[in-house]
């Protein structure tokens, strides 16, 4: 019997084994279906680490990135595994692993009495290592349940806090947390003075003892806070370009280790906005090796890769220019070419010579690659993996390239970056990459843009959305679209998605206009305000609901120092805008008109002939501040009076001795300011004999330059016509990147002025002799199209702005606008210009007939309009379309019984200013 009663008891127990076997594995199904790509890649990579074919469903819960697709796969199993022992060396996973759970399921007790229980092992934990993962684990605890904060002692976390500078952003939002929630307030959401947020994560982290000896990349130490990349040697421990790794970013810092190791040059693929430059420059930036980028297009020259002589500041003597590539070679950097598909045969062909010989000949040497020289390309394809352009003589790199393709962020990884660059936008990461996913032609940078743009205004939910969170999402999903349509239904998708009731969408399309206030102090256009910074200029500009938009816009990037990019047909107001608010904001606009001709020495700058006086000036003038501040001007009167008279006698060889006779004996007592004076005055002496008998050359900065030094805004029109190597020179600027004037003999990187802003301004490509904006660059921009006005009440606050003056009734004023109307709809219909084509009439054709009109200079209101859009809108007629304009003027202008004498009534002679 006994045996029988054994029997049947082990029978049981195998029967409830195998059950809970069987009950684990249906769990453990639940939740790899529930699992992502990119989650998939991880448990892939986590089972290989374990050295297991299958990790458990514990293991999977104490993983960061695996944690949350457990529990709300199988809350059942969440909550039996939470209440297990953990092992020491995986506390801080098991901590945030806990406030997971406790995020999503109700096991408050069990919490709060585990953390009261534990106190002392938490705080001896952070003590021995800064964890991300255990004080990520514990905000989330204290958000969720505030009653434990009463049992963490701030001031011992705050000491903690000190010897730990690397991970203060965590300690600094836990004891935020801590320190709010210990006062009276139990439930957080009574709490409005209390921000959430959520510690970032800046390493893909694993538990520290699946580490594996062979991973190309160290990412799962939990007690550091960056990754350390093994292969390649040496880290920067400060990166330029700091990034959140997520699982892409980390699989493609891993093919670029291995492909550098063996000295393969790479080319990286990928969609827009994929993060390709941005993971090759934090792939240098690890390493502290400089990398030197070119946009390539179809116009690139091979001399901007190999170089070419170019006059120097000696004169009739010519100095040798290196290209990138010469020197990239020669100095051992990294070079990146990006869209290479859009590079001609002889870029590709040198490419492919260069890196199998090792070897550049040029003019001037023959240049062997230096060790430490790599090659980067970049290619943009879609996310089927077919290229945006084809190009046959990509096939000559295959077998020299290593190819990286770039994945487009999954969801969870997107809503990863947001939390990690932006902690208060956390809570609602998720719902913000769902309406960027819902958004047809969006890239991952203008939802980059739009979350630091709106960061301010949301904290944890998308509940309560203000009309400038919509307004934004309008600027940065809608304003680039050419066409109107789609802008309509692109913004009431938005709308839509964020919960705005339908009249709200209606109004902020149709009716909103953005207020205006001025000051001595600021401008005020809409949601954004501008300091001024100088005299304000006053001129005649029309606030039309068209243009006070266009100018919020403008203003918001001017805000978030955006480079701005207006495209739109000729005459719509581009650069009147911008001019506006810079005259309203006191800052000085230079505005450039590009051309297939326009040279990068006129905004770079470079050598040309400059006067004697030019070239000595500022070094005279360096000297004369320097010997104040470091002698007594009393003591040295009749030196400094011998040096006067040198410069007034235009005697500049005695001048150039005696200063250098100064600098020589005194520049190893004082600061590095008269060594850099002792040269220029050495570089003057040994070439004033041949400047004094021909032309004196010098290095002029162009005027890109020097905005950049003194905070002037810059407009470049038509700058889809700009050259390769002048787009080269933007590309930096775009990054916000310092610029280095290499063509000048310094590597000295330019300071940037904090006032600094870059506008642009292009015509569709569709026009005749006009070509498209490499995508590359267009992309750095934020762009707005700009449509021509065509609402007659906007029409009307223009007609009445020009005439002001002349106090014209509004039945004057109304035909005006119907006369515009007519001759742009006749203007597509039945006229055309000199050249068989229909002619171009805009705003600004309108505006220069208005603005003739205002003067009066024919004596009489109706004869001065009547002038005015003869002469605006006729001169460029053919013989047979002329009369029905100029008929078409004097029915809308003129009163039919005294049309004809008015006509016919003499002009007044012109005023004595004009009469010579």
């Excluded at 009147?576 to 810079?582: D, L, M, P, Y």
Aim: hydrophobic share 40%.
């Amino acid at each position: 019997r006994i045996q029988i009663l054994f029997e049947l008891m082990l029978g049981d127990i195998t029967a409830i084994a195998k059950q809970e076997e069987e009950q684990q594995g249906t769990e453990f199904d639940n939740f790899f279906r529930s699992l992502n790509n990119e989650q998939v890649k991880t448990l892939d990579r986590y089972s290989s680490e374990a050295k297991v074919k299958r990790p458990t469903l514990h293991q999977c819960w104490l993983h960061p990135l695996l944690c949350e697709a457990v529990v709300r796969s199988s809350p059942h199993f969440a909550k039996e595994y939470s209440i297990l022992p953990i092992d020491n060396d995986w506390f801080g996973a098991y901590i945030y692993s806990l406030g997971v759970t406790l995020y999503y399921l109700n096991i408050d007790t069990f919490c709060y009495q585990y953390v009261k229980d534990n106190k002392d092992k938490i705080l001896n934990f952070l003590r021995q290592r800064s964890c991300e993962l255990l004080l990520r684990g514990l905000l989330r605890i204290v958000e969720a349940l505030p009653s434990v904060a009463v049992h963490l002692d701030t001031s011992i976390l705050f000491d903690i806090r000190r010897e730990n500078p690397s991970a203060a952003v965590g300690y600094d939002l836990l004891l935020a947390a801590l320190h709010h929630f210990n006062e009276e307030t139990t439930d957080p959401h009574q709490a409005a003075s209390y921000q959430y947020a959520d510690i970032p994560f800046t390493v893909t982290s694993f538990p520290p003892n699946l580490a594996s000896e062979h991973s190309n990349f160290e990412v799962f130490k939990v007690t550091d806070g960056r990754s350390h990349i093994r292969r390649c040697g040496a880290l920067n421990t400060s990166p330029t370009t700091p990034v959140i790794y997520t699982g892409t970013v980390v699989a493609v810092l891993d093919a670029l280790s291995e492909a550098v190791e063996r000295r393969t040059p790479v080319l990286v693929q990928g969609d827009i906005g994929s993060g390709k430059t941005v993971i090759l420059e934090h792939f240098t930036s690890l390493f502290g090796t400089d990398i030197v980028s070119l946009q390539l297009d179809e116009q690139t020259d091979s001399k901007a890769l190999i170089g070419n002589y170019v006059c120097s500041d000696v004169p009739g003597q010519y100095t040798w220019k290196p290209g990138v590539l010469s020197r990239s070679m020669e100095q051992g950097l990294w070079l990146l070419f990006e869209d290479v598909d859009h590079a001609p045969s002889d870029i590709i062909s040198l490419m492919k010579y260069v890196w199998e010989t090792k070897v550049l000949s040029t003019p001037n040497s023959v240049i062997t690659a230096h060790p430490n020289f790599h090659i980067f390309l970049t290619q943009r394809i879609t996310k089927e993996g077919l290229g945006y352009s084809f190009n046959p003589f990509l096939a000559m790199l295959d077998s020299l390239f290593c190819k990286i393709h770039v994945v487009t962020q999954t969801d969870e990884e997107l809503s990863q970056i947001i939390s990690g660059r932006y902690p208060t936008l956390g809570r609602c990461s998720r719902r913000l990459v769902e309406l960027y996913r819902s958004v047809e032609g969006v890239n991952v940078r203008q939802l980059m843009k739009w979350t630091a743009r709106i960061q301010s205004y949301l904290t944890h939910n998308l509940t309560v959305v203000t009309k400038e969170v919509f307004l934004e999402a309008l600027d940065c999903f809608c304003s680039w679209q050419p066409s109107h349509e789609k802008r309509l239904n692109t913004a009431h998708q938005v709308g839509i998605f964020l919960n705005m009731p339908r009249h709200k969408i209606d109004h902020f399309l149709e009716t909103y206009k953005p207020s205006r206030d001025f000051s001595s102090t600021h401008f005020t256009i809409g949601r954004a305000t501008l300091a001024v910074q100088g005299p304000i200029k006053e001129g005649i500009f029309a606030a039309t609901k068209h243009s006070c938009i266009l100018m919020e816009k403008l203003a918001c990037c001017i805000s978030n120092s955006e480079p701005v990019l207006l495209t739109g047909e000729t005459g719509t107001g581009k650069t009147s805008s911008v001019q506006h608010i810079a005259d309203r904001t006191g800052n000085k606009l230079v505005v450039i008109n590009m051309s297939t001709q326009s040279d990068a020495a006129d905004l770079l700058g470079g050598f040309k002939p400059v006067d004697v006086v030019q070239l000595l000036k500022p070094v005279y003038e360096r000297f004369e501040v320097l010997f104040k501040e470091s002698f007594s001007v009393s003591k040295n009167a009749s030196f400094l009076w011998k040096i006067q008279l040198c410069w007034k006698a235009k005697n500049w060889k005695t001048l150039l001795e005696a200063l250098l006779h100064v600098c020589q004996n005194i520049k190893t007592k004082y600061s590095e300011r008269w060594e850099e004076l002792h040269h220029s005055v050495g570089k003057l002496h040994g070439q004033i004999d041949q400047i004094e008998n021909s032309f004196a050359f010098a290095f002029v900065e162009g005027t890109l330059v020097q905005a950049l030094r003194h905070g002037w805004w810059l407009l470049l029109d038509e700058i889809n016509l700009a050259s390769t190597e002048l787009l080269e020179g933007l590309s930096s600027i775009l990054e916000n990147k310092q610029l280095t004037l290499i063509e000048s003999g310094s590597l000295k990187p330019i300071p940037k002025h904090h006032n600094f802003r870059l506008f642009a301004c292009m015509n569709p490509s569709t026009d005749v002799g006009k070509k498209d904006l490499p995508i590359g660059i267009r992309n750095r921009f934020t762009e707005i199209f700009v449509d021509d006005i065509l609402d007659s009440s906007d029409l009307l606050v223009l007609v009445s702005e020009y005439l002001k003056h002349l106090n014209l009734p509004s039945g004057i004023l109304s035909k005006i606008v119907g006369l515009y109307q007519k001759l742009k709809q006749q203007a597509c219909d039945v006229l055309c210009n000199g050249q068989g084509h229909s002619p171009c009439y805009s705003i600004r054709t309108l505006c220069r007939a208005l603005r003739y009109a205002a003067k009066n200079a024919s004596g009489n209101v109706l004869r001065s309009l009547y002038e005015g859009f003869c002469m605006s809108f006729l001169t460029s007629l053919n013989r047979e379309s002329y009369p029905l304009v100029r008929s078409l003027i004097i029915s809308s202008v003129l009163p039919e019984n005294t049309a004809k004498s008015i006509i016919s009534h003499p002009l007044a002679s012109p005023s004595p200013r004009y009469s010579s």
